[in-house]
């Protein structure tokens, strides 16, 4: 079976972990130590007060249980809104 990385360019995903959840920007993938991460940037929103909004992250691919994609930050933004007032 061969090994398929989703192509994420152009869009903000929020990845799930079992202890958090983080959104970025335009994130791709890359190989560190041997082990695979998806790196990119904070996006608005995706933690408390916004303190991390713009920083460089990394989430490793292998702790990810599972994530959701939009198509820009206004929509994550918009979406992330409108669940918090539910």
Not at 9 to 24: A, G, P, Q, R
């Amino acid at each position: 079976m061969k090994n398929i990385t989703p192509d994420f360019k152009n869009k903000v995903v929020s990845f799930s972990t079992d202890d958090s959840i983080l959104c970025i920007v335009n994130p791709i993938f890359e190989l560190q130590c041997k082990k695979l991460f998806v790196i990119g940037k904070v996006v608005k929103g995706s933690t408390t007060n916004d303190w991390a909004e713009g920083r460089p992250c990394a989430v490793a691919w292998d702790k990810v249980t599972d994530y959701m994609v939009f198509d820009s930050i206004e929509q994550y933004i918009e979406l992330h809104e409108k669940s918090e007032l539910n």
